[in-house]
């Protein structure tokens, strides 16, 4: 009888098959479905109960975990008594502009007890994210991570971790905080600063009443760690360091850099910065303190405090009772107003620029943008008193123009031709009124209101300098553009010079990021190729200065093929 065997041709089958699929999900990548109930829930911090809005109930919230080249579904059920809209921060929504998430700006806010679906894919980005809040302060406790995995099989261009693990820094305010901000926008005055900075949630050890609420990193001794450092703090940029360890910084805003060392990280809020921890080779039976303290430099008082963690190496189980007698060493961190140490730390941030994953910096400019950034005060109104100084109001302005919010979304208003009412596009290119924007400034200086927008052809390379003024007070703030990755070809203190500065921009191996600090009393340079159709919304990541109107739009027009085109928007997209 003859005999053969099955086994080849199936195993050659499964082959071709497995390659197939390989092939396929390589290509494809995944669908990844989320649900977010947004509700409220009691946490207990600092001794009180406070209810708070959460996603799932949770605090933070989910991560979101995806490789690059996946779709992400996320159903967001609002709950809650307020409006919500969620914003995936640094994600570039490709033609997905319906997904990005800002309140009036894309889409109306989903309200009370109705719902909307996040539909978008992850191109050509990888590293840490974050998604939050994205309509008055409600992103103080609704933030989580988004872990953007490589490809799969496609390796780190580092050692890979033993370990990852997210630290989402976030500020906390025993008060509520929708009351703090309402009543600061009605009488003109600074709104109350916070009672404490948290990692994932936990203000740690140095507060009153809150050592149990601590985070605790446990690791191995002679391992390395993968730390995904994200700061989703309202209000203030963070120094961030380990005792006695040093750090490798590898990406930041989702994009790899070169690796350098550092025992200090500098993060402003919407940034983040993925950095190796590499444990001591002997378990040393001590702990290390983890702490972050702010980097303030503008005119208004700032929360002081330090949030603190403790970074614990595991030790077998007979001998856990000692560990606590063991030292507990502190980290030394920067001085609250430290730019020498902020502008060096800056500096060291440039893209990997690898065969791989190169920088794909612009080289020629379409259109040049001179935006200035900063505070301002407005009148009082008639028969009121104000808070602000000399009873004014605290405002904050683009080139003088305090951006405002408008009663419907942008995005739609721009899909269907009906800007009338909704915006205008006449924001202006350069500043209206020249001054020394970091000396004395003139005191005649009103701002003035709108919604105003940027109209980009597709496709233009634009070229933004923006300049920090003096008004009332210099101050770093972290500018955060929405859709794109920019590259920081430039940055300098005092007035920017358009004659000799240029020369001295980095066209070869600039950071890439998607959020950067206008340095207090200077300015940064920054370049971006508007290849992606929609409206986007720029504006500070102090959550303060976006109240008071740092912040305007660039409207990106459609090209002229259909994959250069924006979609209609989906059939569930809220209505206003
Ligand atoms: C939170 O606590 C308050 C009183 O402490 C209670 O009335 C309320 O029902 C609680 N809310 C939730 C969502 O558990
Ligand atoms: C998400 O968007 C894609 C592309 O437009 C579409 O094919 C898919 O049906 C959408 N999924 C959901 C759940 O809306
Ligand atoms: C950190 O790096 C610096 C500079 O290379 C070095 O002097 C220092 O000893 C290192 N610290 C630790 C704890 O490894
Ligand atoms: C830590 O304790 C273990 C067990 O007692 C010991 O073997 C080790 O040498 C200690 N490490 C250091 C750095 O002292
Ligand atoms: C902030 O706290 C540090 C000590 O942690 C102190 O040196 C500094 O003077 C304080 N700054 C302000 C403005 O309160
Ligand atoms: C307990 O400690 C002893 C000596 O320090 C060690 O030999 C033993 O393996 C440990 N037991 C466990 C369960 O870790
Ligand atoms: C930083 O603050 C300290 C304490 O308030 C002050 O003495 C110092 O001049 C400030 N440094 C800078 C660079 O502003
Ligand atoms: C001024 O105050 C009066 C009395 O309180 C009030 O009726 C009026 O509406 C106010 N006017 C404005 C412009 O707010
Ligand atoms: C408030 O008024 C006083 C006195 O006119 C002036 O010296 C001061 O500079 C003013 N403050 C601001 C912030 O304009
Ligand atoms: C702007 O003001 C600063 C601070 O007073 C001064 O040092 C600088 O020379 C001024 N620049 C110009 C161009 O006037
Ligand atoms: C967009 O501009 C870039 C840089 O100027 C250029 O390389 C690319 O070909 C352009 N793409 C399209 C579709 O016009
Ligand atoms: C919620 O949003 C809708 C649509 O913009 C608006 O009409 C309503 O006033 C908002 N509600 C609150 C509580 O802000
Ligand atoms: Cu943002």
Redesign the pocket.
């Known amino acids: 009888m003859a005999s053969f065997s099955l086994k080849p041709f199936f195993s050659l089958v499964i082959t071709i098959w497995l390659s197939y699929g390989l092939a396929l999900a390589k290509r494809a990548g995944m669908t990844r479905h989320y649900k977010f109930d947004i509700k409220m829930k009691n946490v207990t911090r600092l001794c009180q109960t406070k209810n708070i809005v959460t996603v799932n109930g949770q605090f933070p919230g989910p991560t979101i975990t995806a490789r690059e080249g996946d779709r992400v579904i996320v159903k967001v059920v609002n709950h809650v008594q307020?409006?919500v809209s969620i914003h995936w921060h640094g994600i570039r929504q490709l033609r997905s502009g319906w997904a990005d998430g800002p309140a009036y700006i894309t889409q109306?806010?989903i309200?009370t007890g109705q719902s909307y679906v996040y539909n978008f894919t992850v191109t050509g980005q990888r590293g840490t994210l974050f998604w939050h809040a994205h309509i008055s302060w409600l992103r103080v406790t609704l933030y989580g991570p988004i872990v953007i995995l490589p490809k799969r099989g496609v390796p780190y261009p580092f050692p890979q971790p033993f370990k990852e693990v997210p630290i989402i820094f976030g500020e906390w305010w025993k008060a509520d905080t929708e009351t703090i901000i309402n009543t600061a926008m009605q009488t003109g005055g600074a709104p109350n600063i916070s009672d404490a900075y948290t990692f994932n949630g936990l203000p740690g050890p140095l507060y009153n009443c809150s050592s149990k609420d601590t985070f605790k990193l446990k690791v191995k001794p002679g391992k390395t760690y993968l730390l995904r450092l994200i700061n989703a703090a309202l209000n203030d940029e963070l120094f961030f360091s380990i005792a006695n360890h040093n750090l490798t910084v590898v990406e930041a805003d989702a994009v790899y850099v070169k690796p350098f060392k550092t025992s200090i990280v500098l993060i402003t809020p919407g940034q983040t910065t993925n950095v190796l921890l590499k444990t001591k080779h002997h378990n040393p039976n001590a702990t290390f303190l983890i702490a972050a303290q702010p980097y303030a430099t503008g005119p208004a008082a700032f929360d002081n405090s330090t949030s603190a963690g403790i970074l614990e190496y595991h030790t077998p189980s007979n001998t856990t009772k000692k560990i606590k007698k063991f030292p507990l060493s502190k980290p030394k961190l920067p001085i609250f107003n430290d730019t020498t140490f902020a502008t060096s730390f800056i500096k060291k941030i440039r893209s990997l620029n690898s065969a791989n994953f190169p920088a794909k910096v612009p080289q020629k400019v379409d259109k040049h943008y001179f935006f200035t950034v900063g505070l301002g005060l407005n009148p009082c109104p008639k028969n009121r008193t104000c808070q602000g100084p000399n009873n004014t109001m605290l405002t904050a302005s683009v080139n003088n123009v305090s951006f405002v919010m408008p009663?419907s979304a942008l995005l739609q208003a721009h899909f269907s031709n009906q800007s009338k009412g909704v915006y205008t596009t006449d924001f202006p290119a350069n500043p209206q009124f020249k001054f020394n924007y970091t000396g004395t400034p003139p005191n005649n200086i009103m701002v003035t209101s709108g919604t105003k927008v940027v109209v980009l052809p597709f496709n233009t390379t634009v070229e933004l300098i923006m300049q920090d003024t003096s008004i009332i007070g210099a101050e770093s703030h972290p500018l955060h553009l929405h859709g794109f990755n920019f590259f920081v070809v430039g940055q300098g203190f005092g007035n920017y010079k358009s004659k000799t500065d240029p020369a001295k921009f980095n066209l070869v191996d600039p950071a890439e990021r998607n959020t950067v600090g206008v340095p207090s009393g200077g300015w940064v340079a920054i370049r971006f190729l508007a290849d992606n159709p929609g409206v986007w919304f720029m504006h500070c990541h102090l959550e303060v200065h976006t109240s008071w109107g740092l912040k305007m739009a660039w409207i990106v027009m459609d090209g002229k093929h259909r994959h250069q085109k924006l979609p209609p928007p989906p059939s569930d997209l809220p209505k206003?």
Do not use: D, H, K, T
């Open positions: 307020y409006n109306c806010p309200q009663s206003c």
